[in-house]
């Protein structure tokens, strides 16, 4: 949907000796929400990554006949980081839809009050 050159080419600006300087925008509510999405699921991902080599023998000892600790560390990494991935696509297209409703929300109030 986004162009990269597009979107570049909007956002050059020119300083007084002709250099180009990137322009920057504050960021909606859209953005803040996928930011802290991000910081929250990356860091259960390194919670669940490194927390489990970390108590492997803590977790060994609720399990002793089966090899829990290992598997989790082999296997239970990417697991959740594929679990990770999957809520960040849901969280994803749930804020998008979000924004899609609200847009469409503040343009049929825009066309039902033209004075405004």
Not at 4 to 9: G, P
Not at 23 to 50: E, Q
């Amino acid at each position: 949907m986004h162009d990269d050159a597009a979107s570049d080419a909007q956002r050059q600006a020119f300083d007084a000796c002709g250099n180009p300087v990137e322009v920057t925008f504050p960021p909606d509510l859209h953005d803040t929400h996928h930011l802290r999405l991000k910081a929250l699921l990356l860091s259960v991902w390194v919670v669940s990554s490194f927390g489990t080599c970390y108590f492997a023998r803590d977790i060994q000892a609720l399990m002793p006949d089966w090899p829990v600790a290992y598997w989790m560390a082999a296997q239970g990494a990417v697991l959740m980081f594929l679990l990770v991935i999957v809520v960040y696509c849901v969280a994803m297209d749930h804020f998008e839809r979000q924004q899609a409703r609200d847009a469409a929300r503040e343009a049929a109030l825009g066309a039902a009050d033209p004075h405004a």
